[in-house]
């Protein structure tokens, strides 16, 4: 399997955590961001995750990478077939992935020219993050130990505020859900995968 890879994506360290929680990391040839030639022809989206099977083909987004590596390794069932449990962890997901994407959305903001940033875009965006990390502490209790397509989410999407948001100061008043992150961030998946910038 070849993985389009990005060390500070945390769509890609969602994927990276479900492969080495599934048993399937060693299989998987990373594609460093600066050999990217292929990635539009594989992802017309051309975006980080994307996935070239042994069978050559290609997946993308991170969740079908997630639900294909599922489907594939072993170790915990992070997509639960029961109808329940499924609904609640793929909603979970969806939480996590929206702090991504409204992280991301900040981040890319912050980086245009001064004069050109939109406040009222940042602020939206901080917005959507800050209610769905009141939701998550209102959820913690729910996490537990568990290893499933939500928990790994939810590590990486916080791990993606302390990486870049670290303004947002997340963990004040969200005591229970700090201390599922201090615990989870122990997994060797997880303290495997901190996001750093490019030397
Ligand atoms: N929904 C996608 C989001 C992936 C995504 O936004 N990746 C970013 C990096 S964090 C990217 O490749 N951006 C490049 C671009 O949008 O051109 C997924 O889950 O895989």
């Known amino acids: 399997m070849k993985l389009y890879f990005s060390q500070t994506s945390p769509f890609v360290r969602k ?20 050999d990217m030639d292929g990635l539009a022809g594989d992802n017309p989206l051309e975006k980080v995750p994307a996935l070239v099977t042994d069978d050559g083909q290609a997946l993308y987004d991170s969740m079908v990478i997630c639900d294909y590596l599922d489907s594939r390794g072993s170790g915990p069932e992070l997509i639960p077939a029961d109808p329940a449990a499924r609904s609640t962890v793929l909603c979970r997901h969806a939480l996590a992935d929206g702090i991504m994407e409204a992280g991301l959305a900040r981040v890319m903001e912050g980086r245009r020219p001064e004069d050109k940033q939109w406040s009222d875009w940042s602020e939206r965006q901080e917005g959507k993050i800050t209610r769905a990390l009141d ?12 290893v499933d397509l939500s928990t790994i989410a939810v590590g990486a999407a916080l791990g993606y505020v302390d990486f870049r948001l670290g303004h947002l100061n997340w963990r004040d008043g969200r005591p229970a859900l700090a201390a599922w992150y201090e615990a989870f961030a122990k997994r060797p998946s997880m303290a495997g995968t901190v996001p750093s910038d490019p030397a």
């Open 15 to 34: 994927v990276v955590i479900a492969a080495q929680e599934k048993g399937l990391a060693g299989e998987v040839a990373f594609v460093e961001a600066a």
């Open 135 to 146: 939701r998550l502490e209102s959820e913690a209790a729910g996490l537990g130990d568990t």
